[in-house]
Structures are given as structure tokens and as C-alpha cells.
């Protein structure tokens, strides 16, 4: 049914809204008075050094991202076969349809810990 | 053509809509009123004291001075993101309350009318939750990479990479509940742990306790709090991904982890306590929505607890937890729990 779903546009208007509001509301009460070392980025009262949003970071962050997705999207596969496990005509195939599965993926996490992919140092 | 009962619907739902949205809007006020004098007499001082009886005009003052706070935006900042980062991790935690119902029905004593105290009876709620919950690390990553601050980068991807590892071991303790209560439906969910105490989800033994466990470290995680809440570590990051917010941008990000902390409440009681229903058939005399907040409030009260009795962890630890406890747990206990049920 779509008419469950307007709720959604509705309270995400409305909480956009208010926050808009909050911050009008802000914009007429607040000082205003920036200059140049204000608008530095804070580092201990540090000049600082490069930009920061160059894209220096950890590789692991990125493995941990790609960990993430393949484990998301098996969550995703179990859903429906959470809500339909307890219905008996089929929940015995299904179960071991999921074993299968899950074994895999299981499979999949212990290759990555032996690689020392979820090593964190 | 739409008919005139849709169109009394809508403007219903606008009216439900715009009153929970204020009541959240402004929940965080006697939250943090609360969460600093719990940590106070937890420590042994007064907490707020000065402004009104017990500090209790404190979260006002602090309102008043956030509203008259300079918006700094940091030179090299990306200006377009830096300013929309706070709405984006702010709207998804609002959003996800148009799938929380607060009770089934409610009668409204003088004209005898029914409210219906949820948004939208949708049948795939649990699954909603934690999509729309999930965006809220958008704005997170989004405000710490917009600053061009160290600090604030570090902080940002630091949080992100918590909050979806974290993400696996709720959404596995979600779909536990979804097979003990065979249902994605909120309402249903919560019917289906009527009666006394007994049929609640937690008790549901021996993988219910197991489940709870599961999603109550995993929300700590989610919502940042000690003893989880690396993406803030003082020590080494000042203020992790907001350290260059200042003012209404800021709060916006601080309100939003505490209506974060009020949603895992909330489906704490959901998933797990049985919702509005009471635990003994013959307290059923007390209204639901009386159960229900009690239980609530349990909930936020233990996660101020926590904060202040637990140290934080270091992220190498964190990583641990998340990959190579939770995440193994709950595949066997998926099986575990499916072999109970087949």
C-alpha cells in the first residue's frame, strides 16, 4: 500500500522544515565576525600543514567498507527467509537452503580473518 | 480523484506528524538535563545546580546560547557539504520514527474517539529502520571530509567504519527477532509478545538473551556512546568529525545522536520487552502506553548508566568486538535459533 509510505515524505518534510527554521531563526540572532585565523581548522593552535581532504587515509577503512557490503547484502538474503522460516511446509528445505548459504559466507569471513584483513594495528 | 477520507487522513497524519516531530525536536532538552545530573550523582557531585531549582532551566540556557553562537565555516572547507552535513545526519533519525509505533490504539477519554498511536502500519518497518537509520552516517562522513580538519576527517571515517561494521551484528539481531516473531511488522512483532512476561523475545530461551545481547552492544556502537564512542575520543581527536561545528550546525549533530539513543530505546522494547504489553496478565488494568514509556525510559536511563561507568575502548579492540565476536555469534546463533524453529 503507498499510503503507508506518505508518513515518510511527511515527517521528512517537516523535520526539514524545522530545522530550516532553527537555523533562521539562528541566522537573525547570530554574530557575525570571521576572519582569517578563526576560519583555520583547529589544530591545537598549530598553523596547519596541507589539506587534510586529500585523500591520506588507512587502507584498512576501505576493507572494512567492502567487508561491509558483502555482509549487508547477505542480511538482505535473510529477511525473507526469516519471515517465512516458521511456515512448516517448507521450513526444513529452506533451513538447509540457509545452512548452505550461511556456511559460505561463514567461509568468506574466516578467509579474511586469516588473511589478517580484520587486523586492526 | 482522491476521496474525502483520504484527504481527512492526510491532514491527520499531518497534524500526528507535526506534533511527534516537536515533541522530538525538543526531546533532547530535559535529555541532557537528565543525562548531566545522572552523571553527576553517579560521580558523587551536584551536576547542573545554578540556573533554576537543580539546574533545571540549564538545557534552556543552553538552547539560548546555542541559538546566539557564531556559524563558523573554516575557510577551505567544502562550503555546500559543510553546511548540509548536520541536516543529513539529522533528517534519517527523524525519519525513521514514521515506522516506530508507540502503542496500538488510543481512546481519547472525554469524546471517545481512537487515535491510532503509530505513522504507518508499512509491513517491512524493521527493515525500513534500519535503512533509513543506516543513512544517518552520510552526514557523519559527509562533515568530517567537508571541515578539511584532520581531526574531523579522522573522527569521520573512524565513526563510519564503526557504525557499518556495527550495522552487520544489529541487522543479524533484527532478523532473529523476525524469525521468533515471524513477522517484519512492528505491531505484529509486539503482538506476538502478548500475554505475561514469559513470551517476551528476550525470554525466549536459549537464543533470546543471546539476540538482546547482540543488539544492545551493537546500538551502543551505532549511536556513538561510550564505551564506544571513538569517532569523539577527546583524547586524541579533540571532537572527532564535529570539532569545526559550532552553534546550530552543532547541535543539530548532537541532537541527533540523542534521538538516536531514544529510537534503540525504543526498539529495545519493541524487539525484545514486549512493547506496551504488561508483563503479568493482571496488571493489564494500566495502559499500554504507561508500560511502554516506563520501559522506555529503563532503556535511556541504562544508556547513561553505561556511559558513566565504563571506560572506552581503543578502536583495535572496537574492530575485534564488531568482526570477530558479534558478527560469528550471530551466524550460529541464526542457525540455532532456525533449528528451534523448523
Known amino acids: 500500500m503507498l499510503i503507508d509510505y506518505l508518513p515518510v515524505l511527511i515527517i521528512t518534510g517537516v523535520a526539514s522544515f524545522m530545522a530550516a527554521a532553527a537555523l533562521f531563526v539562528s541566522f537573525l540572532l547570530r554574530p557575525n565576525n570571521p576572519y582569517r585565523e578563526k576560519n583555520t581548522p583547529w589544530e591545537c593552535g598549530m598553523d596547519p600543514v596541507g589539506d587534510a581532504n586529500t585523500g591520506h587515509t588507512r587502507i584498512p577503512f576501505f576493507i572494512i567498507a567492502i567487508l561491509f557490503i558483502v555482509f549487508d547484502v547477505e542480511t538482505l538474503f535473510l529477511f525473507p527467509w ?28 574466516v578467509y579474511a580473518w586469516v588473511k589478517g584483513a580484520l587486523e586492526w594495528v | 480523484m482522491p476521496t474525502l477520507d483520504l484527504i481527512l487522513e492526510v491532514i491527520l497524519l499531518t497534524v500526528k506528524v507535526a506534533v511527534l516531530t516537536q515533541i522530538i525536536f525538543a526531546l533532547p532538552m530535559p535529555l541532557t538535563w537528565l543525562e548531566r545530573k545522572i552523571a553527576g550523582h553517579i560521580q558523587v557531585r551536584l551536576g547542573p545546580w545554578r540556573v533554576g531549582p537543580h539546574g533545571i532551566l540549564q538545557p534552556f540556557a543552553d538552547a539560548i546560547k546555542l541559538l546566539f553562537k557564531e556559524d563558523i565555516v573554516p575557510d577551505k572547507a567544502d562550503k555546500i557539504l559543510f553546511k548540509i552535513a548536520p541536516l543529513i545526519a539529522m533528517v534519517p533519525a527523524f525519519a525513521v520514527f514514521a515506522a516506530i509505533p508507540l502503542g496500538d490504539t488510543f481512546k481519547i477519554p472525554v469524546i471517545g474517539a481512537e487515535v ?19 543513512l544517518s552516517v552520510y552526514g557523519m562522513i559527509l562533515g568530517g571530509w567537508a571541515s578539511n580538519s584532520k581531526y574531523a576527517l579522522l573522527g569521520g571515517l573512524r565513526c563510519s567504519a564503526q557504525m557499518i561494521s556495527y550495522e552487520i551484528a544489529v541487522s543479524f539481531a533484527v532478523i532473529g527477532v523476525v524469525m521468533l516473531s515471524n513477522s517484519l511488522n512492528l505491531l505484529e512483532i509486539v503482538k506476538s509478545q502478548g500475554g505475561s512476561f514469559l513470551s517476551w523475545n528476550f525470554l525466549y530461551l536459549p537464543v533470546g538473551p543471546v539476540w538482546f545481547a547482540i543488539f544492545l552492544i551493537g546500538s551502543v556502537a551505532e549511536i556513538n ?3 564506544f564512542d571513538l569517532s569523539e575520543d577527546e583524547g586524541t581527536l579533540s ?17 541527533a545522536e540523542y534521538v538516536a539513543m531514544v529510537t ?6 519493541i524487539f525484545f520487552f514486549g512493547g506496551w504489553n504488561a508483563p503479568f496478565a493482571f496488571l493489564s488494568f494500566i495502559p499500554p502506553i504507561a508500560w511502554f514509556m516506563g520501559k522506555v525510559c529503563f532503556f535511556i536511563y541504562f544508556f547513561m548508566w553505561v556511559r558513566f561507568t565504563l571506560p572506552r575502548y581503543r578502536y583495535d579492540q572496537l574492530m575485534k568486538i564488531g568482526w570477530k565476536i558479534l558478527i560469528p555469534l550471530s551466524l550460529v546463533n541464526i542457525l540455532i535459533t532456525g533449528l528451534m524453529l523448523i
Not at chain 2, 570539532?243 to 541532537?255: H, I, Q, V
Open chain 1, 82 to 109: 526469516a519471515a517465512l522460516l516458521p511456515d512448516k511446509g517448507i521450513s526444513v528445505f529452506i533451513f538447509i537452503e540457509m545452512f548452505i548459504f550461511i556456511a559460505v559466507l561463514a567461509l568468506g569471513l
Open chain 2, 116 to 134: 491510532k498511536l503509530y505513522l504507518s502500519d508499512m509491513n517491512v518497518g524493521a527493515l525500513y529502520i534500519l535503512a533509513i537509520g543506516g
Open chain 2, 225 to 227: 556512546r561510550i564505551p
Open chain 2, 239 to 255: 571532537s572527532g568529525y564535529h570539532t569545526e561545528y559550532s552553534g546550530m550546525r552543532f547541535s543539530f549533530f548532537m541532537l
Open chain 2, 264 to 269: 534503540v530505546s525504543i526498539l529495545s522494547v
